[in-house]
């Protein structure tokens, strides 16, 4: 097809092989790194970081929801029960009261058409009086370990209104 010397080749493989090795000496290769494996690293990073994009969406998501009380009531209890799991009662001792708040307002709320509006004002009476209770015993000094299990079983009371409430 078209005609290629010998020597045109040779030289196309030496200019590569200078580029290879200016590569190398930059980046302290030892003649066994090459452009792709740089590649390969950049791709797999890429890949890694999307996914976890996707996945926090996904999280997001799941606990976004059309009732912006329960959203409220959420972020206290996530600030304060997680770190309960870890041994941390502090956050729960410093806004007990914020978590009390925001549970009556979440009752007082419409209960939007996705929920069963007879099931999950049950479920937040359960939660006002728990919640109630738990402040009673936080300002009464109750014992980490009481004070733990109560917050448990709030969490609980939770995710019933938020899963097993819904239609």
């Not at 990073?45 to 912006?68: C, D, E, R, T, Y």
């Not at 419409?110 to 402040?135: M, Q």
């Amino acid at each position: 097809m078209f005609p290629v010397k010998t020597h045109e080749i040779f030289m196309l493989q030496t200019e590569s092989q200078k580029a290879d090795d200016s590569f190398e000496d930059a980046h302290g290769g030892s003649g066994e790194f090459s452009i792709f494996e740089d590649m390969k690293t950049t791709f797999a990073f890429s890949f890694f970081i999307g996914l976890l994009l996707v996945i926090g969406n996904g999280a997001v998501a799941q606990h976004s929801s059309s009732w912006k009380e329960m959203d409220a009531f959420h972020d206290v209890m996530s600030e304060t029960f997680h770190p309960s799991e870890e041994g941390n009662l502090q956050p729960i001792k410093t806004r007990i009261d914020e978590m009390v708040t925001k549970a009556k307002a979440w009752q007082k709320s419409s209960v939007p058409d996705k929920y069963d509006a007879k099931k999950s004002k049950a479920k937040l009476k359960e939660l006002v009086k728990g919640t109630e209770a738990l402040r009673k015993n936080i300002r009464n000094n109750a014992s980490d370990p009481d004070i733990t299990k109560q917050l448990s079983e709030l969490h609980d009371v939770f995710h019933d209104i938020m899963e097993k409430c819904r239609k």
